[in-house]
Nanobody, 121 residues
């Protein structure tokens, strides 16, 4: 069974930093379009940062210059380094993969369970 498991969330003061990790487990050949989304209370889920199928990166305007997405392909893991955090970054952060090629076939739009990030004094 293929799973995306996030970790690294928590409570941090404004201006602080956090590093999120998302590890894909299971019998996986390849993963495409892996990235991070977030959902704040009462708001729609939004893209934070992701790798495109071609390997480039996309960032939400609100996080450009503060957040950095990176990955370890050998470990099927993606990271989100978050610096200069603001209260408006408070949300549940979700990892998502657009497509996963597994021993049992292709999976599309696979989500993790989410990890809470709270930015507060």
């Amino acid at each position: 069974q293929v799973q995306l498991v996030e970790s690294g969330g928590g409570l941090v003061q404004p201006g602080g930093s956090l590093r999120l990790s998302c590890a894909a487990s299971g019998s996986i050949f390849s993963i495409y379009g892996m990235g991070w989304y977030r959902q704040a209370p009462g708001k729609q889920r939004e893209l934070v940062a992701k790798f495109t199928s071609e390997g480039s990166t996309n960032y939400a305007d609100s996080v450009k210059g503060r957040f950095t997405i990176s990955r370890d392909n050998a470990k099927n893991t993606v990271f989100l380094e978050m610096n200069s955090l603001k209260p408006e970054d408070t949300a549940v952060y979700y990892c998502k993969a657009d497509r996963i090629n597994t021993v049992r076939g292709l999976l599309y739009n696979v989500w993790g369970q989410g990890t809470q990030v709270t930015v507060s004094p």
